[in-house]
């Protein structure tokens, strides 16, 4: 059985002073969720851990995100994250500080369910 994208959401988050790759990337995460209501699990019975979570986060440093901490805090499903290089940094010359912005995609996968279901 093959899994099905469900659904597929956005998000953008930002590190106005510190440079933290990773809080930018939680903010990001925590954006698209907030975007997103399920209620297909409450709807058709489907338990949550059936549902797998695939986040791809941007950063201009991937390699200073714990991908692992933020699947940890992703509320539903078999998570995973992986960050690759986007986002942007944008400078300030008056005080040197760079704010972080991160991107990022949060998707949510079932099992296929067409078997399940009739048209009427």
């Known amino acids: 059985m093959t899994d099905q994208r469900i ?16 809080k930018a990337a939680a903010r990001a995460i925590e954006d698209a969720i907030r ?23 941007g ?7 714990d991908t692992e901490a933020l699947a940890k805090n992703l509320p539903r499903g078999r998570a995973t994250v992986t960050a690759t290089t986007g986002g942007m940094n944008v400078p300030n010359p008056e005080t040197g500080d760079t704010a972080v912005v991160a991107t990022a995609a949060v998707e949510a996968f079932l099992p296929d ?4 279901w009739k048209r009427s």
């Open 7 to 22: 659904i597929i959401e956005m998000g953008m988050g930002n590190d106005l002073y510190g440079m933290d790759y990773q």
């Open 35 to 57: 975007h997103s209501t399920l209620p297909i699990f409450q709807s058709t019975g489907i338990d949550h851990d059936t549902m797998r979570v695939q986040v791809t986060v």
């Open 59 to 65: 950063v201009q440093e991937p390699d200073k995100i």
């Open 113 to 116: 369910q067409s078997a399940k």
